[in-house]
């Protein structure tokens, strides 16, 4: 079965830099779109930044364009998001997702990191 498990979440100051991984199984990864998702306090769930099986398309949140990277590599089956000039409200839990691009029956869902912007 599909299995996503996301890391490198944690506490950062303001400014600051986190990567986070995505590590997936049960599934052929590399014909796969990969997408991050967040969810602040009291907020819905939010697409963060998406990318195709290949890596050569992405996408991002306007909130995020600009400092945070989506990138993958298909021979460790893991997908990347780097979060550069972290602000406070950058602080959410992080998901990892297949197929951000299609509707969400077609989703599965990793449990989540906890990112916290906070000085």
């Known amino acids: 079965q599909v299995q996503l498990v996301e890391s490198g979440g944690g506490l950062v100051q303001p400014g600051g830099s986190l990567r986070l991984s995505c590590a997936a199984s049960g599934f052929t990864f590399s014909s796969t779109p990969m997408g991050w998702y967040r969810q602040g306090p009291g907020k819905g769930r939010e697409l963060v930044a998406r990318i195709g099986s290949s890596g050569g398309t992405t996408n991002y949140a306007e909130t995020v364009k600009g400092r945070f990277t989506i990138s993958r590599d298909n021979g460790k089956n893991t997908v990347y998001l780097q979060m550069n000039s972290l602000k406070p409200e950058d602080t959410a839990m992080y998901y990892c997702?297949?197929?951000?691009?299609?509707?969400?029956?077609?989703?599965?869902w990793g449990q989540g990191t906890q990112v916290t912007v906070s000085s």
């Open positions: 997702v297949t197929n951000p691009w299609r509707s969400e029956s077609a989703r599965s």
